[in-house]
């Protein structure tokens, strides 16, 4: 409360936390609570950054002679990482994100529809992995629904249509669009919040992807190739190393979702979990604390 709303780039946020980490050792799980990272940046309460810090003195405190003593390095670097939230402050900070935001388009995506002729059922037995799809394009409220079908807002409180463990959404959606009646090729991510796509880039990196997947070529003939990805922090940061199995978890559920809506929209698709993981996330250009974990193309049956 002390210091109000800031917004942190994710690098930022990761040399804080790392240098945080570093010199004050804390030996609990209070380090995850500092971030609730949203659509690729982080949005921290500063003042949850300060009870951090607090936590972290204190759970550090030397027992000596019947009397608790803080060390003086982590005094130090607990006041160190305090100034720094207060002096790089909002503005500074803001300007950066708005600057990169600016310079990427954001489309609004047609509102999703919650009723269909297709039963569950109907869904479930004719899902089949479809290897020849078409290049013919596909609506942009197609896109919109299987967008919604993995990861799309459900509930006021932000929940979503995929569970997530401790519901800290580790997972992102990247569309790399071929052929969508009214939307240009290139790359976009999805915001869930919102229901829109940002404009990431604008060649067509399906080919490479398909290089990538060990020369799956059919990855690259289809509407659109989707690709999930996660930042494995959001979850790992408060589970630690069964976050990972959350997160894998996770992506099943939701490519499910998708694959489900694929058929009620009478579309074909694949998966693909066969690919050289550094190649795709150089081609993706995603940052270094997000890895790709499944990709989906998808268009009519051939
Ligand atoms: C985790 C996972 C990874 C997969 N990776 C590939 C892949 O790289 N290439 C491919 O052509 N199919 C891939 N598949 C699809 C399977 O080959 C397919 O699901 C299986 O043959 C059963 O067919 P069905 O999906 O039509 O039921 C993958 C499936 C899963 C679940």
């Known amino acids: ?13 990761y040399l804080l936390r790392t240098v ?3 010199f004050m050792q804390p030996r609990n799980s209070h380090t995850s609570t500092v971030s609730v990272v949203r659509g690729g940046e982080a949005y921290l309460e500063g003042y949850l950054l300060l009870n951090w810090t607090a936590v972290s003195i204190l759970t550090n405190l030397n027992h000596s002679k019947g009397k608790y003593k803080v060390r003086r390095k982590q005094l130090i670097a607990a006041t160190f990482v305090c100034l720094w939230v207060l002096l790089s402050g909002d503005e500074k900070i803001s300007e950066k994100t708005l600057a990169m935001e600016v310079t990427r388009k954001t ?3 047609p509102p999703p529809r919650t009723h269909s002729d297709i039963s569950l059922e109907r869904a479930l037995i004719q899902r089949r992995t479809v290897r020849q799809l078409h290049e013919d394009p596909i609506t942009l409220s197609q896109l919109s629904q299987l967008l919604w079908a993995a990861q799309g807002i459900t509930d006021n409180r932000g929940f979503r249509t995929a569970p997530s463990a401790g519901a800290l959404y580790p997972l992102e959606i990247y569309v790399m669009v071929g052929h969508v009646d009214g939307l240009s090729t290139g790359l976009y991510r999805y915001h869930p919040k919102g229901h829109t796509l940002l404009a990431m880039a604008n060649d067509d990196r399906r080919s490479q992807i398909a290089d990538a997947a060990w020369d799956q ?8 190739l989707i690709a999930f990805c996660s930042v494995d922090s959001r979850t790992t940061g408060k589970y630690g190393r069964r976050g990972v199995r959350y ?10 979702n998708m694959l489900l809506q694929v ?4 579309l074909s698709a694949g998966v693909v979990g066969a690919f050289d993981d550094d190649a ?3 081609i993706l250009d995603l940052p270094n604390n997000e890895r790709v974990l499944y990709f989906i193309p998808i268009g009519k049956k051939r």
């Open 20 to 22: 945080g980490v570093f």
């Open 107 to 109: 489309i609004e995506l």
């Open 263 to 266: 058929q009620a929209l009478g």
């Open 280 to 282: 795709v996330r150089g």
């Open 1 to 13: 409360m002390l210091l109000g709303a800031a917004t942190f780039p994710l690098s930022d946020l």
């Open 247 to 256: 997160i894998h978890i996770e992506v099943g559920h939701a490519a499910q």
């Open 217 to 224: 070529d059919w990855m690259a003939k289809n509407a659109v």
